[in-house]
């Protein structure tokens, strides 16, 4: 049997360190050790488990899908499977909510959806430079890189990366009517700025790791407006705030903004199986065929757990507000605690919440202890400040109480 320590040894360095024990089985919102010892996980896989760990439903379609020899890997090739995927999407997520979007399937991860969404903005556009925003993140390969704003993380690439511009977060937080991208209509405005005008501009509505930095639909309408006014594409990166992460199944409806591109990964899939989906404007469909391609962008199973997740939870705004509720609760807990203690906030919205420290070492021990207490929660922010939660929304009430309550004690034991 692998130890603890061989795994901790062989394995590159992550959540291996942080969590140090050998994961074994889980299901809905529980992951049990190899000892048997059971965490509650407020973590869902950083967003990719959002209809939560071996989620029934999803599972024994995916069974049936394998019993019958279902296709498990075939490139680009249409599939039922493909096909049945693309029926829901138009049918349950786009018609309603009146989106006309193409759809690209660009190989598995996050950062494949980002990196295809990046190129197609510069082969359209004619254009090189994309904008960014501080705090933003975006992947690690070397394009979604470019546009993502956390130093550590660029600084591993140890090389310049060209072509993105960061702009400032300003005025994102908050109600203020007056609020917009201000910093990014000035560089445009100013023709000696020195900057070029970029193919588009890139951007999560609630920054996850940059430590859940919630855009106001304020300043998120006049960045749509700005871009269109400016012939610059918006591309919306909602690989870890849609799929309901926010409440509606789109993180940007709130806004009421229709982005140019839009990007998802993690729960699309449905049941933690890889898979990406790059949604553009009908126009923007200008690939040459094979221009963008990946071995993996034909991950069928993905397919199944991914139409049956869209059948069986979106057919109905039900899990949209249930997630809304849930989400007050957890609000309500977060504020609590912060109105307990000094440079403690919280912020979020629908099942994305953050609690920020001033004290910037404080977060990295909450999650140390939450883990020991049988809670696992995730940090995130720049300096790692922000403890971050992002349960299943398929969590009950009793499991969002519980763990709340063992979020509360160990704050307490830390900051008391
Ligand atoms: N965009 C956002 C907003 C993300 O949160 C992440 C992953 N945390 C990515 C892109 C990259 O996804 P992946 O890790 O699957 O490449």
Not at 197 to 204: C, L, S, T, Y
Not at 220 to 233: K, M, P, Q
Request: hydrophobic residues 45%; contains cysteine; glycine residues 10%.
């Amino acid at each position: 049997m692998t130890t603890v320590f061989e795994t901790l040894e062989s394995n590159v360095r992550s959540y291996c360190r942080a969590w140090p024990t050998v994961f074994d089985t889980a299901r809905g919102a529980w992951l049990r050790d190899e000892s048997g010892r059971e965490y509650l996980d407020f973590f869902a896989g950083a967003g990719a488990l959002n209809y939560g760990h071996n989620n029934p439903v999803l599972k024994s379609a995916l069974l049936e899908h394998l019993s019958r020899d279902g296709i498990t890997h075939a490139l680009d090739m249409s599939t039922t499977a493909k096909r049945d995927l693309l029926v829901a999407l138009r049918d349950i997520v786009l018609v309603p909510r009146g989106l006309d979007y193409k759809v690209q399937f660009p190989g598995p991860t996050g950062a494949n959806a980002v990196e295809a969404a990046l190129k197609l903005a510069r082969k359209v556009t004619g254009r090189t430079a994309i904008w960014n925003f501080t705090n933003s993140f975006h992947g690690v390969s070397l394009g979604a890189l470019a546009v993502t704003g956390n130093a550590a993380k660029r600084a591993a690439a140890g090389v310049p990366l060209a072509h993105a511009v960061p702009m400032p977060y300003d005025g994102y937080l908050g109600d203020d009517p007056a609020a917009g991208p201000a910093w990014m209509r000035r560089v445009l405005d100013d023709s000696a700025s020195g900057l070029d005008k970029p193919a588009a501009v890139i951007v999560e509505t609630v920054q996850g790791e940059g430590g859940v930095n919630v855009a106001s639909g304020q300043w998120l309408r006049a960045l749509a407006e700005l871009c269109s006014a400016r012939g610059i594409l918006l591309i919306v990166d909602d690989v870890q705030m849609g799929c309901g992460r926010t409440g509606p199944f789109f993180s940007f409806e709130t806004a009421g903004i229709t982005p140019d591109i839009v990007v998802l990964s993690k729960s699309i899939g449905g049941y933690g199986l890889p898979m990406a989906l790059v949604l553009l404007r009908p126009e923007w469909d200008q690939w040459a065929p094979g221009e963008h391609n990946g071995t993996f962008r034909g991950n069928n199973p993905a397919f199944v757990t991914a139409r049956v997740a869209l059948e069986h939870y979106w057919t109905g705004d039900g899990l949209t507000a249930s997630t809304l509720a849930l989400g007050e609760r957890v609000r309500d807990a977060l504020d609590e605690l912060a109105a307990r203690y000094p440079g403690v906030s919280a912020r979020g919205r629908g099942l994305v919440h953050g609690l920020a420290f001033a004290d910037v070492s404080v977060a990295g021990k909450v999650s140390r202890l939450a883990f020991e207490r049988g809670l696992l929660v995730e940090t995130s922010g720049p300096d790692d400040e922000v403890v971050k939660l992002l349960p299943p929304l398929t969590v009950t009430p009793d499991e969002l109480g519980y763990g709340l309550t063992l979020l509360a004690e160990v704050v307490d034991e830390i900051c008391a």
